[in-house]
């Protein structure tokens, strides 16, 4: 690919065209979307940049069919996103769960507004984060990035493609109207500064090759559509040759293959956690009292938390940047050394749930709630600090 | 005609018994009406299709065509030239 | 047809086939199994590369199919695999793609992404085996269930008029729309090969059999009474005007080779 098709250097970008870029960046050469706010400039962005890559941009007709259509592209070979807000993520959430039990690497982005239902379209908000971890049906384990301005919209697309290849699953961006609309400095390297994972493809002949035996990390290597291999995929709980797992003897043999599959599908992200687990932490050692944040609140906590150390309290910031997996070892290290974590969030309370889970009643947990439409004022974390080293 | 350039083709239906469902189709749709139900069942309990004699089959392949089941098929094998009958 | 092998436990078609899954699970007397036969016939006819042929299925009787077609095969998400099959042919133009599902997973809950890809004449080819009623929950109304058929959802009858598929995928723009019945194996080779090599949005709908359910609730107790129906019944009309080609119950079936149209696909190679 033509070195100039590619940016370098530095832009001053909206959230979403960053979002846009580091997709390109990343090797994104599919994008099926439907116009939502605050996600539509992504789409607008993709329908121009991806035919001078080479790639092929297409709005479909519903977010059903754009995930599915991000699936097909993805078993044909090449990167693929979507992208879309609260009402368009619920649409999504079966064919997630295609996703995740096929084991298709592709990246879903939801900038989120003001919910539920349809909410404030043109306002920020933090309402699907539970829905991010928990939305489609049954039992599986997800990755998603929580960026927190127009530069880490671009990194962090990039490592989310990096990240769906490595483990084989759709990865989540979960980021807000707020960012998805705010013009900042973004820095684009060269592309050939850019790690970028491949897709681990079969070594094995077709006649050898089982498309869901896994690879010591759990994780199987991916043939496409068009290899030769002629395997069979199916969202049906299946074996590892990628039947379904029905037969006509004991049903103790559906349920071993139902176990050792979703297992599987569990393990593969719960035993990499540290290498996907990305937290940003400040003066924590010593700390009486933890912000935990991600998104644009960690930016307005940020401030929130200078202000309390001017005042003298001694406090700390957790910044999520992988809000799933949930960190949840650290949580419980500084949950024993700490009088309270103080979490903003622009809900009624979700991610501080999974926080006050694992402080497991060693430490207070403050949520500080903002129902959206807008971001917490300093003063509103200033005050919840303020409370929890009373 | 003389001796020894005429082949008569032959055809001969087999039928694989396991798994046939004993749907019927095959044995309506022969146009020359060869197949038959069988009396005994099969493992699965199916009356599978069975064919006597195949003399009379003329190779259309419409069983096979027709077999939700890939049960049946035909297949062709070329005799030895015959004798032209005195 | 082959020479003789003196084998006779191994089908001709085997090899492309996952026999190691067969028997398949459909009834005695369904047509999935028979639209299966036929397609890898057209298939083996059409001269493609096999190993470029993807074959993208929905939920439901028909939708088993990727299961047991030893091709790249996917099985997807109730009524999704038109949008699949979109984004695996965009991604890879090289590829064949086949979608083969049933009448409720393409035209009831799929319905919306049948009419747009054939609006935007993607290069796919539709199988659509319609049996008329939703056979793997046990026999339900479906989009295409004849008025006043029953079903288990309509006991009474059922009081809404079907979709006519044909008239359907042509007013959205498909380049190639034909329709035949289980009973007419052989010109329903043909119509599938055709629709293989035709670039575009291709559809053959297949009126095919559901004994257990359809049939045994509406006069055709068995798959071989719906075929005799079919044979009996079925009007070769490929001019007809399409908005007459609907079905009503055990009525007139309008088969035909209806639309071949030239219309630029997309992609267009």
Known sequence: MPEGKYLAGEFFMSGDEACAEGAISAGCRFFAGYPITPATEIAERMSQRLPEVGGIHIQMEDELASLAAVLGASWGGVKAMTATSGPGFSLMMENIGLGLMTETPCVVVNMQRGDPSTGLPTLTGQGDMMQARWGSHGSYRIIALAPNSPQELYDLTIRAFNLSEKYRLPVLIMSESATAHMYEKVVIPPVSEIEITPRRKPTASPEEYLPYKPDSDLVPPMANAGDGYRFHTTGLTHDERGYPAMSAEAQDKLAEAQDKLIRRLVEKIEKNRDKIIELDEDGIDDAEVVVCAYGIPSRVSSRAVERAREEGIKVGMLRLITVWPFPEDRIRQIAGQVKAFVMPEINYGQVVLEVERCAGGMTKTIPVPHMGGGVHTPELILDAIRQAVR | ?86 | MSKATGDSEKHPLDAYLRTERLPHIWCPGCGCGLVLNCFIRSLLKSGLNLDKVAVVSGIGCTGRVAGYIRLDSFHTTHGRAIPFATGLKLANPELKVVVFSGDGDLLAIGGNHFIHAARRNIDITVLCVNNFIYGMTGGQLGPTTPLTARSTTTRMGSIEEPFNIPYLAAASGATYVARWTTAQVRRLEKAITEALLKKGFSLVEVISPCPTYYGRMNKQASGLDTMKYYRSNSVIKPDIDLKYADIKLNGQIVVGKFVDIERPPIPNL
């Not at chain 2, 299709?49 to 096979?64: F, Q, V």
């Open chain 2, 1 to 86: 005609m003389s001796k020894g350039d005429t082949k008569a083709k032959h055809y001969r239906v087999n039928v694989i018994a396991e798994r046939c469902k004993g749907c019927g189709f095959c044995i309506e749709f022969c146009p020359k009406h060869i197949l038959h139900e069988f009396t005994k069942i099969n493992s699965r309990g199916y009356h599978q299709a069975y064919i006597e004699n195949d003399d009379k089959c003329t190779g259309c392949d419409i069983c096979s065509m027709v077999c939700p089941d890939f049960a049946i098929y035909v297949v062709s094998t070329e005799e030895k030239p015959e004798e032209e009958a005195g």
